[in-house]
């Protein structure tokens, strides 16, 4: 019963340090996203992955790079970490099609201080 | 575009009187409007959701939400509040595309905190 499982936790940079968030889904799902959590502005799409082999950019893709490794996994890369960059990030994956009854699953989320 | 609204950055009620979160949406093509809860410190919990079937859809936990077309709203509302209904929830809408598919895309509201006095 894992759903979407996102590593690590908790994690504090340094800035101008680079780290990757990692992103897995045993669900079979097509698509999956990157989302950000800053209070009073709900959760934001940085990137997502329609499909194995396909990455587009969300709503703030700036200072992020994702690599969508296989059909299961979907990693988040800060090159070089920024305070601005300090959030909760979510990992989500979803089946295609929006008129299906499909399952939107997110993760427990990264929480990430860059000091 | 699609886009939501949280008419209300906070609410705050009694336990034992309902509850009532607003939420108006806007979205080009028939959208599907999802409610979700996170309590402090945790992940993303799904209430319920809309996808185009009855329009008053019913969740967990006794909350429910109706589709107003017309009023291009999607309130949340549950009879009697309790203790643990206090946390943050959003109202979250997806859109499909012209073709009636979708990669999902969701677009997040800022957000309502639910605080529940005794």
């Known amino acids: 019963n894992a759903g979407v499982t996102q590593t690590p936790k908790f994690q504090v940079l340094k800035t101008g340090q680079s780290m990757t968030l990692q992103c897995a889904q045993d669900m079979n799902h097509n698509s999956m996203y990157w989302y950000r959590q800053d209070p009073g502005m709900g959760l934001r799409l940085i990137y997502y992955?329609?499909?194995?082999?396909?990455?587009d950019k969300g709503e703030v893709p700036n200072g992020y790079n994702v690599s969508r490794l296989n059909k299961r996994e979907f990693s988040l890369r800060l090159e070089s970490a920024a305070p601005s960059q300090t959030s909760v990030y979510f990992c989500?994956?979803?089946?295609?099609?929006?008129?299906?009854?499909?399952?939107?699953?997110f993760g427990s989320g990264t929480r990430l201080t860059v000091v | 575009a699609q886009s939501v609204t949280q008419l209300d950055s906070h609410v705050s009620v009694s336990e034992g009187t309902p509850v009532l979160l607003r939420c108006n949406y806007s979205s080009s093509y028939s959208p599907s409007l999802f409610w979700y809860v996170q309590h402090p410190n945790k992940g993303l919990q799904l209430l319920l959701k809309y996808t185009s079937a009855a329009t008053l859809v019913k969740g967990i936990n006794g909350f429910e939400a109706e589709f107003k077309k017309s009023e291009t709203s999607f309130h949340l509302t549950k009879p009697s509040a309790h203790m643990s209904d206090a946390a943050e929830y959003f109202c979250v809408v997806s859109q499909a595309n012209a073709g009636g598919t979708s990669y999902g895309k969701l677009t997040f509201g800022q957000g309502t905190i639910l605080t529940v006095h005794p």
């Open positions: 989500a994956s979803s089946t295609r099609t929006v008129r299906s009854n499909y399952g939107y699953t």
């Open positions: 992955s329609a499909s194995e082999g396909t990455t």
